[in-house]
């Protein structure tokens, strides 16, 4: 509580009279607000206004204090008298209080303002309610309507129905009836035939007597002569024995047709059974391989060994071939299993496909449009870029092929660039003329070359060979093969080279050479040799040992 | 062979060129060769006589003499030497043997369309015997005419009794008021019987498979039952519809072709040739469109014999096709896969088809109708052939011959044989 002060209320002109009915009011407003809802917001700020006018005048200002005061104090408010006095207005108070009456008064409003909107949800609800409640009552009635139409209709049939059954039956009972008469006629019938067949059968017999006794001399069969059998044998009397004959003939050729039978049906009865220990082996074939699926194959796993061991039973079994009732009852018992988890397995199959199908497809179709579009923009985007590259080249072709317009630059640049074929041109020719020169100058230098070592050769296979002369006349004495030698062929005296060689140093190489050379002396040999060395010697002029090496290999190379 | 009136020709297959002419007492009703080929027979019933020629001597002779016996019919025995004579009223059947001069009577034959019927290889003979109100078979063997079997066939009234192709089992029928067919064996044991259904009218004609694995059933009621030889139970059974809806199967239908006949062309008078061409005209065959609705002929309901059922049944030698004729639709021949077990071709003619015959060699049917043409089918195709003869030729019969190369059409008073090229392979 601080400093109080007088409020000056605002003196509202207003008569006493109405006071009375407007406290009342007051009083009935406060504590129970449910009932004018409606009409207190917006009224009350006005009514405020003229309760103060009505309420409080400058006569009964103490008295409407107090009684505000035993009002907010029932309210549960604190006094707004100050405490020490009783008269003395406490202004914090008083705020406090007004603060909290117009907290109060706005919760309410709020409060208030709920409730209307409830009131209205509520009775939106129940109109809707009420709605739904008569259309359930007219669909009610309707399908009660339905009922009775439909049972008058199911009577109707019921009724129908219990006719036809009544007409079937008489159809029926005629249809026996007739059947009787039928049968009875027909009865009747057999009995006159055989009666009339029997008076037949009387007078044929009358008449065949007749035709006996006559004994008709016409009867008679003319002949001229007789004709032999067809088979070429004798008649033969009729006796037991042919009878037996007969019967055994007949037997046999009965016999023999049923063997035949039976041994197509055997034969029919095997090829099936192949065929279906095939199927059955196929069937086997197929279900294994899906083993990887532990979802479908968990039944599987323990019957493949039972049915492995089927197949293994029967594949002895059939073996000895045996037809009995077991054997055939387990194969056709085997394969309808087998055929029955293929059947399933398929089935399953099938259903995943399916599935699997719907599933992916749906989602790549996403995917592959979200994809499918960022590629085609970027496909546009590069046709754009191509576009524009396109006709930027386009413009500078134009622009190239526009420029020359001015003749002396076009065939300035034509010359230009055909003056540089032409160097380059001639720079070749240069190049190429320069090395035929070389080329030719090796070759003259390679003639010559030749002729020399034609020349020192001669030279040098005279020198061999009256070294070898030397020898062999040294060696004559000691065996006569040497002479033989001396005439063989060129093979011989390689081999003679080749012990000689071994054991002989360069220079009695050189000997050797000599020695074949003339033994094998043939132009064409030679001029391999020249050849040869031709070119080894360009290579190695100043290297005189290599030459009979290199003469060596290569007449080894010849010989071999 | 044939005969005219009382004299016998005899011509030659190929060329057509008399061989032997021989002249009969009387006029000659039934006409048979000898199954080795070396005689003939003449039977005339008027007279009770058979004259029997033979073609390696034409100076032999033999004539046999029923004389008050009277001869309803006549035909060979499968060894050629022997003749069986059926008397007047079927009193007996006489054996005649041509090579002892012996005769053996069979007592009590019955009166009844296929009395006799021999083995395919000629060693047994059944004959159909009543006595006493009931029907009885019994086997003969044919080398020495002995009776090797004898049994009662349970049928009200025997109308037909055949060989299976294998000589092991006989099929005897019923009469038409009852559908029944029995199936007993070589030794006369009863194999199985078959009724399909009771009181209506029955059986109308039957045809063994040449494999002697079908037997097919021809009855009234319009429809033909195969039953196999296995079990002898009834394996399909074809219908013959009046409508034929089946897209698969294919109907030729004989169309007549108008004669090309130039109006300007017509002289007076006119040419022989143009004379036939126009009378005969040319027809040929066009596939018509499913559906096809045949011709159908209800019979008269109140006559005896009508002309309804399946009246015509033959297999094809190779055992692949059947050849049925419904006689409620006259007009169609329906061919029937016998391998698939079903219709695979109907030939519907212009007249009413008269008869029909299977190639002994291959899947080909012959077929006439009344008039001069000669049909032909095979699973290649089917064609129409004008038989080039001036006036009316009514082809009433055809028959092939054994090599399947050429057949013989006859009419009333003539015969013509038709000769078909073989394909140069």
């Not at chain 1, 054997?327 to 397995?345: A, C, D, F, G």
């Not at chain 1, 001015?406 to 660039?417: E, F, G, H, K, N």
């Not at chain 2, 060894?79 to 007047?88: A, K, S």
């Not at chain 2, 006439?368 to 095979?378: H, I, Q």
Request: charged fraction near 25%.
């Amino acid at each position: 509580m601080g400093d109080w002060k007088t409020i000056t209320v605002p003196v509202l002109s207003s008569d006493s009279k109405t006071t009375s009915p407007y406290t009342s009011e007051k009083r009935i407003s406060l504590p129970s607000m449910n009932s004018q809802v409606l009409r207190l917001p917006l009224p009350s700020s006005r009514s405020m206004h003229s309760f103060f006018s009505v309420f409080c005048t400058e006569e009964n200002i103490e008295q409407s204090v107090s009684y505000l005061n035993r009002e907010l104090t029932t309210l549960g408010f604190p006094s707004i008298y100050a405490e020490s006095k009783g008269k003395e207005l406490n202004l914090i108070s008083i705020i406090n209080c007004m603060n909290e009456l117009l907290a109060l008064q706005h919760k309410n409003l709020r409060a208030q303002e709920e409730v209307e909107m409830q009131h209205l949800k509520l009775g939106s609800d129940m109109d809707h309610l009420q709605n739904c409640y008569a259309k359930l009552k007219e669909q009610l009635e309707l399908s009660k309507r339905e009922i009775v139409g439909l049972q008058e209709r199911d009577r109707q049939l019921q009724s129908k129905n219990r006719n036809l059954h009544q007409l079937l039956k008489n159809e029926k009972d005629e249809v026996q009836k007739l059947q009787n008469i039928i049968s009875s006629r027909a009865t009747q019938y057999n009995h006159d035939m055989k009666r009339k067949e029997r008076e037949y059968n009387k007078l044929k017999e009358r008449l065949h007597q007749l035709v006996m006794n006559k004994k008709d001399k016409k009867i008679a069969m003319e002949v001229l002569n007789y004709v032999g059998r067809a088979d070429g044998k004798r008649g033969a009397w009729r006796t037991d024995k042919t009878e037996a004959r007969n019967e055994e003939e007949m037997y046999k050729v009965l016999l023999s047709d049923y063997e035949q039978r039976q041994k197509q049906l055997l034969m029919e009865n095997a090829e099936l059974k192949k065929v279906l220990q095939q199927m059955k082996k196929e069937i086997i074939s197929l279900l294994p391989p899906q083993k990887q699926k532990p979802k479908e194959r968990s039944e599987d796993g323990p019957v493949l060994s039972d049915l492995e061991e089927d197949l293994g039973e029967l594949s002895k079994e059939n073996m000895w071939e045996l037809s009995c009732e077991t054997v055939r009852e387990q194969l056709t018992n085997s394969i309808r299993k087998q055929w029955r988890m293929l059947k399933n397995h398929v089935e399953k199959l099938d259903n995943q496909v399916s599935r699997v199908y719907s599933g992916p497809l749906n989602e790549k179709d996403v995917i592959s449009r979200e994809d499918h579009e960022l590629e085609t923009e970027k496909l546009e985007l590069e046709i754009q870029q191509c576009k524009e590259m396109i006709k930027t080249q386009q413009q500078l072709l134009q622009q190239q092929l526009m420029s020359p317009c001015d003749d002396d630059t076009a065939l300035l640049l034509q010359d230009c660039y055909l003056l540089e074929e032409r160097e380059r041109l001639q720079e070749e020719w240069r190049l190429f003329q320069e090395q035929k020169k070389n080329f030719e100058k090796e070759r003259s230098s390679f003639t010559e070359a030749a002729i020399r070592l034609g020349l020192e050769r001669k030279a040098f296979e005279e020198d061999r060979g009256a070294w070898l002369k030397q020898q062999f006349l040294s060696m004559s004495t000691d065996c006569k093969n040497s002479e033989n030698m001396t005439t063989s062929s060129a093979f011989l005296g390689s081999s003679d080279q080749d012990t000689w060689l071994v054991k002989s140093t360069s220079q009695q190489r050189k000997a050797h050479c000599m020695l074949s050379g003339p033994v094998s002396a043939e132009p064409c040999q030679n001029s391999q040799y020249i050849t040869h060395n031709s070119f080894s010697v360009a290579s190695k002029k100043p290297s005189g040992d290599s030459k009979p090496n290199q003469w060596v290999e290569s007449d080894k190379e010849e010989t071999e | 062979a044939s005969c005219v009136q009382y004299r016998l020709v005899v011509r030659d297959a190929n060329t057509l060129q008399i061989l032997q002419l021989y002249t009969c007492l009387d006029q000659i009703q039934y006409m048979e060769w000898s199954s080795d080929s070396l005689f003939i027979l003449c039977a005339m019933y008027k007279r009770g006589i058979v004259q029997v020629w033979s073609l390696e001597q034409p100076d032999w002779h033999c004539k046999i003499d029923e004389g008050s016996a009277g001869l309803v019919a006549s035909c060979w025995s499968p060894d050629g030497r022997h003749i069986l004579n059926t008397t007047e009223f079927h009193l007996r059947i006489t054996v005649w043997s041509l090579c002892t001069k012996s005769v053996s009577y069979i007592k009590y034959p019955k009166a009844c369309q296929q009395g006799i019927a021999f083995t395919k290889d000629g060693r047994y003979m059944a004959v159909a015997e009543r006595r006493d109100c009931k029907d009885f078979i019994s086997i003969f063997v044919c080398s020495d005419w002995q009776l090797l079997r004898h049994f009662d066939a349970e049928t009200q009234d025997l109308f037909g009794i055949e060989w299976a192709p294998n000589g092991c089992v006989l099929a005897a029928w019923d009469t038409c008021l009852e559908y029944k067919i029995l199936l007993y064996s070589l030794d006369g044991r009863l194999l199985s019987t078959y009724q399909a259904y009771e009181w209506s009218l029955g059986i109308k004609s039957i045809s063994w498979s040449p494999s002697s694995q079908f037997l097919a059933i021809g009855s009234y009621d319009e429809k033909v039952r195969i039953l196999n030889h296995v079990t002898w139970k009834k394996i399909t059974e074809f219908e013959h519809p009046a409508t034929i809806v089946n897209t698969r199967t294919i109907v030729y239908k004989e169309v007549e072709k108008s004669p090309s006949a130039e109006t300007e062309r017509l002289s007076f008078p006119p040419t022989r040739a143009l004379a036939s061409s126009l009378f005969s005209t040319q027809s040929k065959y066009d596939i018509s469109q499913m559906p096809v609705s045949l011709q159908y002929v209800k019979p008269v309901a109140d006559r005896a014999n009508p002309k309804m059922g399946i009246g015509m049944l033959a297999f094809s030698a190779d055992n692949c096709f059947l050849a049925t004729k419904n006689d409620n639709i006259p007009n169609a021949v329906w061919i029937w896969d016998i391998q698939k077990l079903k219709l695979v071709v109907v030939l519907e003619q212009l007249c009413a088809i008269q008869s029909f015959q299977w190639d002994p060699r291959q899947p080909r049917l012959a077929l006439c109708t009344g008039n001069s043409k000669v049909y032909l089918w095979s699973p290649a195709g089917c064609v129409s052939v004008q038989v080039p003869v001036e006036g009316d030729f009514q082809i009433v019969s055809l028959s092939w011959h054994s090599s399947g190369d050429s057949m013989v059409l006859r009419s009333k008073d003539n015969f013509c044989v038709c000769y078909l090229e073989r394909e140069e392979v």
